[in-house]
């Protein structure tokens, strides 16, 4: 079955705690992208990696890190130095990075602090 | 400033019946524009994607048309489902040299439709 798989599904988060979303993917694809949506806004990129060993900062990449050791997984930490962290978070994935290519994306993972 | 606004923020209609959903924006320089289904809960699905040369694209009970001159999209459903309630997303996408091409993102529109 194909595609891509966030874990987990539900995530709660204590003060001062750094968590980590898993984002795997299956397609061989080279770009992975991390996304934020909060409720009525349009999603925001938080970081995006074109290649294995290479990632770059979005528009929103303070608080977060990540890292592309293999080219199928690209996990978000979310440190205590988010200081909003609850969101729906969202990875995706594409062949490349230019032009027409599709962005598919997993089920997403619901961030809530406790 | 390079926005994407979408209209209305929300829809209900009845099984069976048609609508359109509204994008215009303001990102360039234009590549393409998608059109993305996000069911409650889920990962956004791509519909369709059309480039500067492209004004219409069927999926289906979907038809999205784009005027690059006006810079406004639309995406008209037919015959309506309850499957098709969910939040549809505009998405635009901008050409920067050789880097990314940057995807700016509408807040959706929510359409629910009744039995």
């Known amino acids: 079955d194909g595609g891509i798989t966030q874990s987990p599904k539900y995530l709660f988060r204590k003060e001062g705690q750094n968590v980590t979303l898993s984002c795997e993917q299956n397609l061989n694809h080279d770009a992975m992208y991390w996304y934020r949506q909060d409720p009525g806004q349009g999603l925001r990129l938080i970081y995006y990696s074109q290649i294995v060993n290479d990632f770059q900062k979005g528009d929103i990449a303070e608080g977060y890190s990540v890292s592309r050791e293999k080219k199928e997984s690209f996990p978000l930490t979310v440190t205590s130095a988010q200081k909003n962290p609850t969101a729906f978070y969202l990875c995706?994935?594409?062949?490349?990075?230019?032009?027409?290519?599709?962005?598919?994306f997993g089920a997403g993972t619901r961030l809530s602090v406790l | 400033k390079n926005q994407v606004e979408q209209s209305p923020q929300s829809l209900i209609i009845l099984e069976g019946k048609n609508c359109t959903l509204q994008?215009?924006?303001?990102?360039?320089?234009?590549?393409?524009l998608r059109w993305y289904k996000q069911d409650t809960g889920r990962g956004p699905v791509s519909l369709t994607i059309m480039t500067f040369s492209e004004n219409t694209k069927s999926n289906g009970r979907y038809t999205a048309t784009l005027d690059a001159d006006t810079k406004q999209s639309s995406l008209h459903i037919t015959a309506s489902q309850l499957s098709d309630s969910a939040s549809y997303i505009c998405?635009?996408?901008?050409?920067?040299?050789?880097?990314?091409?940057?995807?700016?993102f509408g807040r959706g529109t929510q359409l629910t439709v009744w039995p």
């Open positions: 998405v635009v996408s901008a050409q920067r040299g050789s880097t990314l091409g940057r995807l700016y």
């Open positions: 995706a994935s594409s062949i490349g990075w230019r032009g027409k290519n599709i962005q598919y």
């Open positions: 994008c215009n924006y303001t990102v360039s320089p234009f590549s393409n």
